[in-house]
């Protein structure tokens, strides 16, 4: 069986590395490498220092220029550094060429995000989801990566004619994908007939960018205890709730949050579980509003939803830490008049953009609380009217 070890320990040291490529500024890849540094820091790592180079396209060997390549490498020795991250994914030959420079680990943005997903799989389909997107990652960068792979049945036939070791390998990573994927459809299977037994109730999914709140509002709504904390990915498993409003009971689901650069296997493994997503009959998409990039992870969740094919449906659109965007833009001496303008002109802008379909909110501080009841509550109850018109009298 080929054994893969979790990539980070404990408060390893790690440098981050960004290319500012056309069409980006260096404010963006700022803020592209502020997120990889937390999901450093959610993996277990601590950022030391973030190295940025503005080049047209990727170097085809070591991905940054030779140049840079060698100031990574001087910091790297002279501080002691456990392992260098890039923000955009490598090729298993780059980073190769670039280990050999550098002489410590290194890793890309898709290898760190599968890493905290595999610790933090709980339930079966999480775990075999996480295993199988880890598999096929690994696939395309065997030759790059290592030479010799701990082998399940190695000895008498498990090497076919003139195989080399690391077309033997290869022939491992797909027997194991192959499985996986069997295996997965039988956990799908299981949990297509689980969502088929829940009955004719309207069916509601939390989704958002990763860290925007949804499991503290989805406890706030069912009065559940789902795990929450502030960290990317703090869910991975699609947990549902029976929620009852003024006589009127829905199912509500909270969901894994999206991400930039979500490893695409990583997404293709998990269609099953955002399941949810596309059977849902009304979306709630929970925005951080205090967040500097809150409209580009926006369109991120969008662009994710149009993949899954669930982008035409009734959406709320729930901007929540408003306690966190009033500490953040108003200052002390900023007259209560003009931060009323602000607020006025930030939700006249909002509403027009989502037809009066959304609603400002501190989940934390439960601020706004009950008109989001009341929204959902509405919106419910006309998913109702419309899909199933028998059973309304009953919820008034």
Known sequence: MIEKKQIIKKEEKAVLVGL???EQTEEQ??????????????????????????????????FVGKGKLEEIKQYVAAKDIDMVIFDDELTGSQIANIEKEVKC?????????LDIFAARARTAQAKVQVELAQYQYIL??????????????????????????????????????????KRLEEIDKQSFTQRKERGEFIRVALVGYTNVGKSTIMNLMS????????????????????VVFENTPFLLSD????????????????????????????????????HAQYEDQIAVVNKTLQELKAFDKPVVTIFNKMDLYKQKYF????????????????????????????????AIEKQNIEELRTVILHKVRDMYQVKYPYKTVFFT
């Not at 790059?144 to 195989?163: D, K, V």
């Not at 894994?256 to 849902?280: M, Q, W």
């Not at 602000?342 to 939700?347: G, P, Q, V």
Request: net charge negative; glycine share 6%.
């Open 223 to 242: 009065k559940s205890d789902v795990f929450a904390e502030n960290k990317l990915f703090a869910t991975l498993d699609t947990t549902t709730r029976k």
């Open 29 to 62: 890849v700022n803020e592209y490498l502020d997120e990889l540094a937390f999901l450093a820091e959610t993996a277990g790592a601590i950022t030391i220092k973030m190295f940025k180079q503005r080049l047209q396209h990727p170097d085809s060997r070591t």
């Open 105 to 113: 680990r290194v890793i890309d943005r898709s290898d760190l995000i």
């Open 331 to 362: 200052d002390e001496w900023l007259e209560d008049e003009v931060k009323e303008d602000i607020l006025r002109e930030l939700k006249e802008r909002w509403n027009g953009i989502t037809n009066n379909q959304c609603v400002f909110v501190s």
């Open 255 to 290: 969901t894994v949050g999206f991400i930039r650069k979500l490893p695409h296997h990583l997404v293709e493994s998990f269609k099953s579980t955002l399941d949810e997503v596309r059977e849902a009959d009304v979306l709630l998409h929970v925005v951080d509003i205090s």
């Open 20 to 22: 500012i490529q056309k």
């Open 140 to 181: 395309p960068r065997l030759k790059g990566m290592w030479t010799h792979l701990e082998r399940q049945g190695a000895g008498i036939g498990s090497r076919g004619p003139g195989e080399t070791e690391i077309e033997t390998d290869r022939r491992i990573v797909k027997d194991k994908i192959s499985l996986l994927r």
